[in-house]
């Protein structure tokens, strides 16, 4: 893709999402800006980046800084989000953070006409009503995670209605990958394979998730800003495969070849089934073939064998 | 009804609905609080009431005050809103207050097993896609006062959906009466009347509100708080009736006696059918018959030839 004439702000560029999203853009030609408080992104994450991109040490919550990081952008993609409210935090601060700092983005948005891609969640659906779960699916999200992620969407809509913010919501399913700042469950029995720990499975086992591998997000977020017919949409994105829990561990032990047990722990489970369907954005976004759970755990992996400091900082 | 074992909080108590509402809980025996910070509420709509309910003068953004004022409370109704937000201003601190003060009661609410009356708005339905507009219409707010409304029942459901929090949503629809702080198109139509000046019409006079008396609302809101079957619901509170905003004009001449013309203008002009079907809320919460438009509209020119000063503070 070339993206050469574009201007392009990532903000939580330093995040697990944001760095890779980066990498990819600088590849593409574009010129990056960075918006980042390293609140749980890392610098070290942009190793290798920062002489290419323009880095704004600072918070969304701050307009002057938003103000500042926006100028002379086209198209911004929104990735930062408070970590505590995905740690299920109470706290009201990180409530109105990402509050102030969203709605700071779409006002310089408006002003530049930029096209501004916000990075949601398939939190916003909650409890399953049917599988798989397509964008019309009922939004009755049970984590304020989810709530708030879907409040973004209705302000970025709204903004889109009443001072024509051209916008593309995107509904990331459980992404995993090399520099997951969040050990979500792939990763998680990654570790415990390496570490020649139990892979511990709360609850059934028969809960299922739709893993999705970093580089289909990647391609996903780069068509979006790039295709005029994906503005004013919502798109799901997914591997649109789902894998029980126990599928999943029964994979990890055997792509790392691990003799670790397998463990059924007690204790509070999320017994949902998440099949994310992934059809709209394939067909508008014009995405091919995702990357499958064997070739996303295995390059996981590799990193992971090769970088088995980096959950230890 | 009575409600003399209840203790009621309400939120932005001194303002329109919050004042008429903490009269109508007195006057059923409850124990009344009320936290305002008096921006666009006033000291004067509770005069009468001062001496027997508790005044919290403070603002819920303040997590200490609110744990206060929500001390022994068993019943929230969430009125208070920023006035700012409703003007189209797009200042962040007038969306992270409201944010930030609804979560605070929302975790006090959780605390204290309270009931929590969320009232919301009509604004979170945007452009009417069928006509009656009933619950199940999909939520496009135009308006960022729409969506701010919306983006609240949301956290009300996930603080329910997670943390057991007993909710009643409420979708008022375009409120009019005595001590309207906002002065929408009834109050408008009747000022204009009362000073002998045209009234004015945006747009082509067929767009059609449905404007409802302020004691339906009243009458929801006690009935919401009393009603077990109305927990987790949402519901629309209206009249039911729509009317143009031509008959509305005509209308307020006939109850007025009023000599002045009619003229239309050219200008911005929201030419929306907002009519609000209020068949559930009539059902589940036992709501008699609304108040007529035409009583309601004598009953607010009487009140207004009384206090022909309120608009001029």
């Known amino acids: 893709m070339d993206l050469q ?26 010129r990056v800006k ?7 992104g890392r610098a070290s994450n942009l190793a290798g980046m920062l002489n290419r991109l323009e880095l704004i040490d600072g918070s969304i919550v701050d307009e002057c800084i938003v103000e500042e990081a ?48 916000y990075i949601s969640s398939i939190a916003v659906y909650g409890e399953q009503k049917y599988n798989p779960i397509d964008e019309k699916h009922p939004l009755e999200p049970v984590l304020l995670y989810g709530a708030v992620k879907l409040s973004g969407e209705h302000f970025c809509f709204a903004m889109a209605r009443s001072h024509g ?22 990763v998680q029995f990654l570790l415990d394979a390496l570490n020649g720990r139990p892979l511990k499975i709360f609850g059934s086992g028969r809960q299922s998730r739709t893993y999705t591998y970093i580089d289909d997000y990647l391609k996903a977020v780069c068509a979006a800003l790039n295709k005029p017919a994906a ?16 599928d999943l561990a029964m994979l990890v032990k055997e792509i790392t070849s691990s003799k670790a047990v397998v463990t059924f722990e007690k204790g509070e489970a999320d017994e949902r089934q998440l099949i ?38």
């Open 34 to 40: 960075i918006i980042d408080n390293f609140t749980s």
């Open 70 to 117: 926006s100028r002379g952008v086209d198209t911004v993609v929104h990735a930062a989000f408070p970590m505590a409210i995905r740690q299920r935090s109470l706290e009201t601060s990180a409530i109105t953070d990402a509050t102030a700092g969203l709605f700071n983005l779409l006002k310089e948005a408006v002003k530049n006409r930029s096209i501004f891609i």
């Open 165 to 186: 913010l051209k916008t593309v919501v995107l509904r990331v399913a459980d992404i995993y990958g090399p520099k997951n700042t969040r050990i979500n469950l792939p």
């Open 231 to 246: 503005v004013g949409q919502v798109f799901n994105i997914s591997s649109g495969k789902a894998v029980s829990v126990y």
């Open 276 to 313: 994310i369907n992934n059809s709209l954005s394939r067909q508008v976004l014009k995405l091919g073939q995702p990357v499958s759970l064997e070739e996303g755990l295995s390059a996981t992996w590799d990193w992971l064998r090769n970088n088995p400091h980096f959950y230890k900082i």
């Open 5 to 30: 004439s574009r201007t392009i702000l990532v903000t939580g560029g330093g995040g697990f999402l944001g760095s890779h999203l980066c990498e990819t853009l600088l590849e593409s030609g574009a």
